[in-house]
């Protein structure tokens, strides 16, 4: 699911043409980090079941936290992830999505080493996916 994500985050190119390649998992890179960036964290995932057992499928919950020293950049940069999956399904890197779905997003402010502030604006993402 991770690579399935990733790519079709990055095979976007109206998130690339303000990201770069600028998405990872975990964690972005400290230093000499150019923003926008966004950074992707699975928070959960929940295998399905059903009266014949396993069904193959997954309901994982990943937060796409999107970072940028303009919240007018944030806030373009979160409309072109949400314009990516929301209603999603389809086949990325051999990943079989049945359904990207937006559940919450919200907004906050942090301060970088040097005192300027850097928006973020989180998104959480519910996926339905192969196993």
Sequence with gaps: ME????DLLRGTAALTQLTGSRIYWGRRPQGRE???AIVLTRLG??????LGGPSG????????DIY???YREAKRAARAVR???????????????????????????ETAAAGEPVFR???DLTLWHDE
Excluded: C, H, K, M
């Design 83 to 109: 314009d990516a999956v929301n209603g999603y399904s389809g086949d990325r890197s051999g990943t079989s999505f049945q359904l990207i779905a937006i559940a919450n997003e919200r907004d906050s402010t």
């Design 57 to 64: 499928l997954v309901d994982s919950l990943v937060q796409a």
């Design 45 to 50: 995932g929940r295998r399905d079941s059903n």
């Design 68 to 70: 940028a020293t303009r």
């Design 34 to 36: 150019t923003l926008p």
């Design 3 to 6: 690579e399935g994500l990733l």
């Design 121 to 123: 604006i989180s998104i």
